[in-house]
């Protein structure tokens, strides 16, 4: 098993190159299903589950031609539309080709993505919305089984919460549907946005991109032709190295990114004591002399997101002062706290609230990562601690970050990966 070995103590300087993000990546991939015609994806990040969702496709029948941060994608040969337990199973965003395999051909299989270890993550608003609009939904030996021999037609949604995959999931379907699709208490994260503009790019009328009511005049049935799409920068990606230098106390630059979309994080840090240069690409985080205790709250965007959740409780770990986190998107997204406290943070969890105490060191301990941002959370707390951390389980990690170790390496951090008996 691979690890990551880090010496604490560094201070990082430089700059680093944001990689596209990954959950955008992940929905522009499915959408393609939405086109028979060839596609061009450019700036992709080099993570694992962009290679998986990729080879969904191709087990689809589609022809991908992929290398490096840029794909072709075909999908005109498309002849299975069944996506199977083995890559939903290592990938819960596969649950993205539901709307799009059902609105193009009628029916498909989806193997149900099953729970993760950050909480039960259920699809039923997912299932409740294409139902109504028309699809036949049987759950049947772990598969959902949707049926619309018709096609599905337009509807108006109610989302119950607002859910960030199930918007996705209809906005695909909607764009290939009968009639006109509202989307009530929609999600308007930066990656439904692109979604969104990929989909209009295509001539699909859309109304209300980037808030909470969307409108989809779909095609009936006719399939989409994309233009070559750019994915957005990965703001969570972002953050995390803002907080690298929050934490290692260190002067960086991050090129290639969008201010505007990691703003809840920043106002965080500057709240934390830190100051920013902010241009059209660029962000350099000025650290705080002396890191100050912040209170946050998981939320919807543009809200703080809760994929930043941990990292941030690396960095308020070493605050001078108490620090009160609560999450409100995942039930169970604090499995990062007994490893945090093993490398001697002083966290209290009490419910869906972490009280962190600051401490004046880390101290380096073997740490188990348990998903992809607690496992950034883990390293984060790595780059600072005296002694050697070893972060083990790092197949999160390369799920969802492109080149962690390089990139930080890059930046002066003394981080290697190593297996186990080498
Ligand atoms: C996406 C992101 C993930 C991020 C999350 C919240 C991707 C690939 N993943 O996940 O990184 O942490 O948004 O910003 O983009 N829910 C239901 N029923 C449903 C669907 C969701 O109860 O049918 C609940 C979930 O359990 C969760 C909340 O709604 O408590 C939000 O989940 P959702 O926005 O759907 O997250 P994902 O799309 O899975």
Same mark, same amino acid.
């Given at each position: 098993?691979?690890?990551?070995?880090?010496?604490?103590?560094?201070?990082?300087?430089?700059?680093?190159?944001?990689?596209?993000?990954?959950?955008?990546?992940?929905?522009?991939?499915?959408?393609?299903?939405? =086109?028979? !015609?060839? $596609?061009?994806?450019?700036?992709?990040?080099?993570?694992?589950? %962009?290679?998986? *969702?990729?080879? #969904? @496709? +191709?087990?689809?029948?589609?022809?991908?031609?992929?290398?490096?941060?840029?794909?072709?994608?075909?999908?005109?040969?498309?002849? =299975?539309? !069944?996506? $199977?337990?083995?890559?939903?199973?290592?990938?819960?965003?596969? %649950?993205?080709? *539901?709307?799009? #395999? @059902? +609105?193009?051909?009628?029916?498909?299989?989806?193997?149900?993505?099953?729970?993760?270890?950050?909480?039960?993550?259920?699809?039923?608003?997912?299932?409740?919305?294409?139902?109504?609009?028309?699809?036949?939904?049987?759950?049947?030996?772990?598969?959902?089984?949707?049926?619309?021999?018709?096609?599905?037609?337009?509807?108006?949604?109610?989302?119950?919460?607002?859910?960030?995959?199930?918007?996705?999931?209809?906005?695909?379907?909607?764009?290939?549907?009968?009639?006109?699709?509202?989307?009530?208490?929609?999600?308007?994260?930066?990656?439904?946005?692109?979604?969104?503009?990929?989909?209009?790019?295509?001539?699909?009328?859309?109304?209300?991109?980037?808030?909470?009511?969307?409108?989809?005049?779909?095609?009936?049935?006719?399939?989409?032709?994309?233009?070559?799409?750019?994915?957005?920068?990965?703001?969570?990606?972002?953050?995390?190295?803002?907080?690298?230098?929050?934490?290692?106390?260190?002067?960086?630059?991050?090129?290639?990114?969008?201010?505007?979309?990691?703003?809840?994080?920043?106002?965080?840090?500057?709240?934390?004591?830190?100051?920013?240069?902010?241009?059209?690409?660029?962000?350099?985080?000025?650290?705080?002399?002396?890191?100050?205790?912040?209170?946050?709250?998981?939320?919807?965007?543009?809200?703080?997101?809760?994929?930043?959740?941990?990292?941030?409780?690396?960095?308020?770990?070493?605050?001078?002062?108490?620090?009160?986190?609560?999450?409100?998107?995942?039930?169970?997204?604090?499995?990062?706290?007994?490893?945090?406290?093993?490398?001697?943070?002083?966290?209290?969890?009490?419910?869906?609230?972490?009280?962190?105490?600051?401490?004046?060191?880390?101290?380096?301990?073997?740490?188990?990562?348990?998903?992809?941002?607690?496992?950034?959370?883990?390293?984060?707390?790595?780059?600072?601690?005296?002694?050697?951390?070893?972060?083990?389980?790092?197949?999160?990690?390369?799920?969802?970050?492109?080149?962690?170790?390089?990139?930080?390496?890059?930046?002066?951090?003394?981080?290697?990966?190593?297996?186990?008996?080498?």
């Amino acid at each position: 098993m691979q690890y990551l070995e880090i010496r604490g103590g560094k201070k990082l300087s430089g700059s680093v190159t944001i990689s596209g993000a990954k959950n955008a990546a992940l929905p522009v991939i499915a959408a393609t299903i939405l =086109s028979d !015609k060839p $596609v061009t994806l450019t700036n992709l990040p080099d993570v694992v589950d %962009i290679r998986t *969702l990729l080879k #969904l @496709l +191709t087990m689809l029948g589609g022809k991908v031609d992929h290398e490096g941060t840029v794909a072709h994608i075909d999908n005109g040969p498309i002849s =299975s539309h !069944k996506a $199977v337990y083995e890559i939903v199973s290592q990938m819960r965003a596969s %649950i993205l080709v *539901l709307g799009p #395999l @059902l +609105t193009r051909f009628g029916e498909c299989e989806v193997s149900l993505p099953g729970g993760c270890a950050i909480g039960q993550r259920p699809i039923d608003l997912h299932l409740k919305a294409l139902e109504a609009m028309g699809a036949e939904i049987a759950i049947e030996s772990g598969y959902v089984h949707a049926k619309a021999p018709h096609g599905l037609h337009g509807a108006k949604i109610i989302f119950d919460k607002i859910t960030v995959g199930g918007t996705e999931n209809v906005v695909m379907a909607a764009a290939m549907a009968k009639g006109t699709t509202t989307i009530i208490n929609a999600a308007k994260e930066p990656e439904i946005v692109q979604l969104c503009e990929m989909i209009a790019d295509a001539g699909v009328k859309i109304e209300g991109i980037g808030s909470n009511e969307l409108t989809i005049e779909g095609t009936d049935g006719r399939p989409l032709a994309f233009k070559t799409v750019e994915i957005i920068p990965d703001r969570i990606e972002a953050g995390t190295y803002l907080c690298a230098g929050a934490i290692t106390q260190s002067e960086i630059t991050l090129e290639k990114v969008n201010a505007e979309h990691i703003r809840a994080s920043i106002d965080k840090l500057e709240s934390m004591g830190c100051s920013f240069d902010i241009s059209e690409n660029s962000i350099t985080i000025h650290p705080a002399e002396v890191i100050k205790p912040v209170n946050l709250i998981t939320i919807e965007y543009p809200g703080f997101p809760t994929d930043m959740q941990a990292q941030f409780m690396a960095v308020a770990a070493l605050a001078e002062g108490e620090s009160l986190i609560e999450e409100r998107l995942f039930e169970n997204r604090f499995m990062h706290v007994s490893e945090l406290n093993r490398l001697g943070a002083d966290i209290w969890l009490k419910g869906s609230v972490a009280a962190v105490k600051g401490v004046d060191q880390l101290h380096g301990a073997d740490v188990m990562a348990t998903d992809l941002r607690a496992s950034s959370a883990l390293v984060l707390a790595g780059l600072v601690a005296d002694g050697v951390t070893n972060v083990r389980r790092i197949y999160h990690l390369d799920r969802g970050y492109d080149d962690l170790e390089g990139k930080l390496s890059a930046l002066g951090a003394d981080i290697v990966r190593k297996k186990d008996g080498k």
